[in-house]
Antibody, heavy 128, light 107 residues
């Protein structure tokens, strides 16, 4: 059973860049047809999809965050990372990494995506 | 823009059937997934592709999707099912959306 674990700073300052890493164990970021995803959740609110990277390196981002987000993958370390720039207080949230599956009955398409498993989450607070 | 609307709360007595809805424009033409989140924990998928149940999820969880509404049904609700439930669907070919969540209370 694949497991995901987020790591990174818990506190960041406005205007800075946040960098988080998701380590994947008991599975490989370069195998299978998966999207390796970042999802965040402000306190008391629903999750917000940030973006994902496919096993082949293709990325998609939430349109509302696209100008500030970069997701990358390091196959040698079996991990993927999130970079979010120009932070504001509105970026304060629990950040989850998750594996997205997007195949159904032999066909694969981004519209089929669902997320399992999720990491335990990393609380990030943006404050001066 | 496309939005997913869920009722903020649903209450049910133990052993009864809980129905949680998720509404969106032409939602029936998209594949919907449902997640359960208990306090202090990460979300866990209970239904994907409208009706599919991952291994390990009890049979009392089922889903449907038609028209503009997707539904998560919990039959014989147990106290352990008390949680917040989120629906999720594609916003486009390259984007994903989650609903605002429904808090299920088992009275």
């Amino acid at each position: 059973q694949v497991r995901l674990q987020e790591s990174g700073p818990r506190l960041a300052k406005p205007s800075e860049t946040l960098s988080l890493t998701c380590a994947v164990s008991d599975g490989s970021v370069s195998s299978g047809v998966y999207y390796w995803s970042w999802i965040r959740q402000p306190a008391g609110k629903g999750p917000e999809w940030v973006g994902h990277i496919s096993s082949s390196g293709t990325t998609d981002y939430n349109p509302s965050l696209r100008s500030r987000v970069t997701i990358s993958v390091d196959t040698s370390k079996n991990q993927f990372s999130l970079s979010l720039s120009l932070l504001t207080a509105a970026d304060t949230a629990v950040y989850y990494c998750a594996r997205g599956s997007y195949c159904r009955g032999g066909s694969c398409h981004a519209s089929f995506v669902w997320f399992d498993p999720w990491g335990q989450g990393s609380q990030v607070t943006v404050s001066s | 823009s496309f939005d997913l609307t869920q009722p903020p709360s649903v209450s049910v007595s133990p052993g009864q059937t809980a129905i949680i809805t998720c509404s969106g424009d032409q939602l029936g033409s998209k594949f919907v997934s449902w997640y359960q989140q208990k306090p202090g924990q990460s979300p866990v998928v209970v239904v994907y592709h409208d009706t599919e149940r991952p291994s390990g999820v009890p049979e009392r969880f089922s889903g449907s999707n038609s028209g503009s509404t997707a539904t998560l049904t919990i039959s014989g609700t147990q106290a352990m099912d008390e949680a917040v439930y989120y629906c999720q669907a594609p916003d486009s070919d390259t984007s994903v959306l989650f609903g605002g969540g429904t808090k299920l209370t088992v009275l």
